[in-house]
């Protein structure tokens, strides 16, 4: 079955950088786009960042340039680097995927920037 598990969140300062990590099994992982979104207290989950099979990327407005989403097929794994970590980044992080028409998440991480 598809398993997504996410790693790499934590505490850190603003200005600061943290590395997300989401290894995932249980489908052809090469073949599929991955999804980085993020859901803070009280607000929807949102889009934060998508790379699809052949390497393109997408990224939400409010992460451009400060975060950089990669994939390692080799590992079975997506990756997200944050720089310049603001407050509002604050948020539990989920890695994503659409197998056969379903939606899977993983468990979730929590990233707080906070001084």
């Known amino acids: 079955q598809v398993q997504l598990v996410e790693s790499g969140g934590g505490l850190v300062q603003p200005g600061g950088s943290l590395r997300l990590s989401c290894a995932a099994s249980?489908?052809?992982?090469?073949?599929?786009?991955m999804d980085w979104y993020r859901q803070a207290p009280g607000k929807e989950r949102e889009l934060v960042a998508s790379?699809?099979?052949?390497?393109?990327?997408y990224y939400a407005d409010s992460v451009k340039v400060r975060f950089t989403i990669s994939r390692d097929n080799a590992k079975n794994t997506v990756y997200l680097q944050m720089n310049s970590l603001k407050p509002e980044d604050t948020a539990v992080y989920y890695c994503g995927t659409v197998v056969l028409g379903r939606q899977y998440w993983g468990q979730g991480t929590q990233v707080t920037v906070s001084s």
């Open positions: 790379i699809f099979s052949g390497g393109t990327t």
């Open positions: 249980g489908f052809t992982f090469s073949s599929y786009v």
